[in-house]
């Protein structure tokens, strides 16, 4: 590989990995925590191997008893050091053969292999290869539970993945499904050994190999090199050597392994995540949350109080003023509700019954309704997720929309602009009459105490004191029908303006409480989904 494309295989290497870390610290909380915490075992081991020997590349020989895995590592490595035996248990300890260039001591205290040699030239493996460390491990089929547990390390930790598998076992489920299935993404960096070919006869060789290259595919590892070889006589020794060696030279297996790994761990978090994606917030969403939210805190018995207010005030004002005295005896509703404001100080608390099961029922019914319509589509962990934001404010949102209504200005202090002209007319319409029965008290007394009554002018036969009073009855009387109707009137206006006032404060609280938390879990969603798709190398 040029340096050219090995530093753009880095680079791409680099943004996988800030973006898996990424998704990582996203998917907290909402993705359980096994998976959680795989994925950063991968973080881990990928930040460990970056940091050690990018000169060596280690190849991990891998197989089952009786398959002649330390032999065929003897055969490629030039060495009898392996230990080869027929009785269990066999290789109980890996043992690390190393050539080329210094500084593999710590990469392999990262591998935790104590047992280290160094290896001879070997023609056709170590020439013009750079650094190489051979790994043989112990029997992935050890009936030694630690034995088993050092292949599972060593099989995530390192460059390389030599299977070597033998005619009589080649195709056991328990070895391709507990070991090599699970590295099935790794197909760039696994070489596939059939070894003791020397057992077949000739006829025999390539029905084999078609059979394991068609397990391999059906393990995901169809485009894994196969090889056939005997540890015994040679046979296809050398080409395993140079393909090994050609591994080696391009210095790529590193990167192309952390990859790899890169791509399981972002697959097992879509696994986790799941298929789909959220709706979002919906402009008919916030007015149905709202609404319901409205209904729960009773702004429909504020919208009444105001136009009660609204009719019992303009009686005040401009009703009869004979009668309207008696209109004091009523208490104004919106000051039983505590929502009167007698100067320009914000109210904090209304005087409406507190929430009970009805109402509660009702909010947790408008916040769910909300919550699923926002994470229609999105995956069910991510769906529980939105409705778990929308409920996180759960608790002091009855309290905040009482603060709402209260602290919403209902214009119960302003009065119309009829109400001093009515009230100016009335009063008018009262002096005339009083003024007409005073004058016709003073034509009577005058007339009882025989002092001469002087003649009372008149208008169309009609006695003006009299008229004086008919005109000022009938007048003010006119006057406090005709307010009645239009204080009705009024009352309707007014109460529609706190409607919308009050829903437009339940609105904004809703929002708050409710939506944004909403809309900032999809936001997280979202990036969640685009930091895993860049994750994919």
């Known amino acids: 590989m040029s340096r050219h494309r090995q530093a753009r295989a880095e680079s791409s290497l680099d943004r996988s990995l800030v973006a898996l870390n ?7 909380g909402r993705l359980d925590d096994a998976t959680l915490e795989q994925v950063y075992g991968v973080l881990e081991r990928a930040s460990s191997r970056r940091s050690l020997s990018a000169d060596h590349t280690v190849v991990g020989f891998f197989g089952a008893t009786g398959s002649g895995k330390s032999s065929l590592f003897n055969a490629v490595a030039g060495s009898d050091a392996a230990r080869v035996a027929v009785r269990r248990p066999t290789t109980s300890e890996p043992l690390a053969m190393i050539w080329g260039m210094p500084g593999s001591a710590p990469l392999l205290d990262w591998l935790e292999v104590a047992d280290r040699r160094e290896g001879t030239p070997v023609p056709g493996l170590t020439s013009d290869a750079g650094g190489l460390v051979l790994l043989d491990l112990p029997d992935f089929d050890s009936v030694q539970l630690e034995n088993r547990a050092i292949v599972e390390r060593l099989a995530g930790q390192v460059d390389v993945l030599v299977w070597v598998v033998d005619p ?35 006829s025999e060789i390539k029905p084999v190999l078609d059979s394991l290259a068609a397990i391999l595919e059906r393990d995901g590892l169809g485009k ?17 050597r140079t393909r090994i060696a050609a591994v080696v030279k391009a210095k790529a297996a590193k990167s192309a392994r952390l990859a790899a790994d890169v791509a399981v761990a972002a697959q097992r978090l879509a696994e986790a995540s799941g298929e789909g994606d959220a709706a979002g917030v919906h402009q008919q969403d916030r007015k149905q949350l709202a609404a319901g939210l409205a209904d729960a805190v009773h702004i429909e018995t504020v919208v009444s109080a105001v136009g009660s207010s609204y009719r019992l005030e303009a009686t005040r004002r401009t009703g009869w003023p004979v009668t309207r005295w008696i209109s004091r005896f009523r208490k104004d509703p919106l000051r039983r509700l505590s929502l009167r404001r007698e100067d320009s100080s ?4 209304t005087s409406l019954p507190p929430a009970g099961a009805a109402e509660l029922a009702r909010i947790d019914s408008s916040i769910r309704g909300f919550a699923d319509a926002a994470s229609e589509g999105a995956a069910g962990p991510w769906r529980a997720s939105i409705r778990s934001a929308a409920r996180s404010n759960r608790e002091v949102l009855p309290d905040s929309l009482d603060q709402a209504v209260a602290g919403t200005d209902l214009k119960a202090n302003t009065g119309a602009w009829w109400w001093p002209l009515f009230a100016v007319f009335q009063w008018l319409a009262l002096l005339v009459a009083v003024g007409g029965l005073l004058w016709l008290g003073g034509l009577a007394v005058m007339g009882y105490f025989q002092f001469p009554v002087p003649e009372t002018p008149k208008v169309e036969g009609w006695p ?59 936001a997280h969603y979202r990036d969640f989904q685009a930091a895993l798709a860049a994750a994919h190398p």
Do not use: C, W
Not at 22 to 28: P, W
Not at 224 to 240: C, I, N
């Open 346 to 349: 914000e109210l904090n608390r």
């Open 224 to 240: 894994a090199q196969v090889a056939a070889v005997s540890a015994l006589t040679g046979e296809g020794v050398d080409g395993l």
């Open 464 to 522: 003006l004191p009299t008229l004086m009073v008919l005109a000022g009855v009938v007048v003010g009387i006119f006057l406090a029908v005709s307010s009645k109707f239009l204080a009705l009137a009024g009352a309707k206006a007014r109460a529609a303006q706190a409607r919308r006032r009050l829903r437009e404060s339940v609105a904004a609280v809703s929002q708050v409480l409710v939506g944004e938390p909403v809309e900032a879990e999809i």
């Open 168 to 202: 009589q076992k080649y195709a056991d489920a328990a070895v391709h499904n507990d070991f090599i299935r699970p590295f099935s993404s790794h197909a760039a960096v696994t070489l596939v050994v059939l070894n003791q070919v020397d057992k077949l006869a000739p």
């Open 22 to 28: 990424e998704a990582r610290e996203l998917g907290e």
